[in-house]
């Protein structure tokens, strides 16, 4: 059955998500208003623009797209597969996390004003999605591996030295211990992080967007195809409720693009991750941080667990959960390929509730514990780029379809200021901007780093890159990633768009 739901060949299109997808613990709570929801009864038969995706680029696109100045009330059409925020946004680790390091210091900078406006929206709008800030300690169990992490933090405070500051190096074994990983060769610490319930932000953004007006949703509809349509709505969405055309479409559907892209199979990879929730030991404090459990036996270099944990007190259900996830190493079925997340791997859920016990010291009652009690067990599907950055823009040769997707498991730092950016292209080639400035207007108001524009040049290069499927079975995966240099970008844009011919 698991291969059924995988791409065989892995440069073959995703295949739509699932009707029974496995149980999110983070869909435990759902959200009354949004289960179900169907702004309109019947699905309208045109729209503005039709946003494909509900989860955190989706969502903020549309959030964006209303507060924007050149809105002016049109018509914007949210459709979902599934229930909202249903895909890998409502099925994550339930982190908002900068990597300062690992692509390189212009995505760290782009990363901390994503993290930044994200919890300024949270706290503006009291948004109860238990957001709490904290500092991330990236614990690391191979000499090696840490080896190599040192280095990119060396050249992250060459390249700028500002963004260098949020990173802080431990290696004394009592400092360690303070933060619970004692056995670690290392620890990277980085304040600015966060733990959330992704799906409660996400829900209270869809709510006020419909409540508003300015949005209409349809869940439960997923969009079988997409095709050509006339000259003042050039694009159909075919779904089983019916088609809807429309001027542009906005495609959020991460590790699900290339069922509606087919050329981009080969660029934005589905993989099934696994996330469990587990009880912590009896009378086990609360930690204080989240973490990254790097390089571990049998763990390639490109793959971590990760791990934070709810509260104790004040909220519904106060049970103090680790949220775990990873476990790519126990790895039972193929993972890279797939977009069915209906399917739990025992061989990864295993891992997960034990590993904890040994890498770390939890507090509590540990004595005799083999494994820890798993409340919830789920998959969720990524959308692993194959240049490890994702793509946000226009696609080429088809005018009026955007997309903003491939965040290769990291797109709560990203999501939400990719998704304004991919707002601001698209209202800016209405009014008839010229590329360039467009480009340059995209970075000044969101800070999108150079690598994240889809261009031809680009895809042309990633295409000499290993295949994604490949890349992770040899433990390479994101270890071609490109960091341009602070050479300009009107330069570095100018080289995507007009290559060289030498």
Known sequence: RDTIMSSVAHDQPSGLPVHNSTHSFWHSEPNEFLLGHRTTPELPSDADVVIVGSGITGSSAARFLAEDSRYNGRNIVML??????????????????????????????????????????????????????????????????????????????VADPEMGKLIEVVTDKAELAKYRVSTAVGCALCPAAASLWPYKLVAFVLEKLVKAGQLNLQTNTPVERLEPGDGTRPHVLHTPRGAIRTRTVLLCTNGYTSHLLPAFADLIVPVRGEMSSLRPPAGAPRLANSYGLEGQPGQSGHLSDYLNQRPYEGVPNPAGHYMYGGGDAGADFPRVGVWDDSVVDEGMGARLRSTLLRR????????GLEELEATHQWTGIMGYSRDNMPWIGEVPDTKGVWLAAGFTGHGMPNGTLCGKAIVSMMLDEEEQVDALKTYANVVEKTGLPQGYFITEARIEKARKLPPVAKADAEGTFGAHTERPSERGILTYLKSMIWPSSA
Not at 360 to 367: A, K, N, S
């Open 80 to 157: 979902e597969a599934r229930e909202a925020c249903w895909g890998a946004t409502g099925r994550n680790g339930g982190h908002c996390q900068v990597l300062p390091v690992s692509r390189g210091a212009e995505v760290a900078r782009f990363e901390l004003l994503n993290y930044n406006t994200v919890k300024e929206y949270v706290a503006q709008n009291e948004v109860p999605c238990e957001w709490r800030s904290l500092t991330a300690c990236f614990a690391f169990y191979s000499e090696d591996i840490f080896k190599d992490e040192l280095k990119k933090v060396a050249a992250l405070k």
């Open 360 to 367: 770390m010291e939890l507090g509590g009652e540990t004595e």
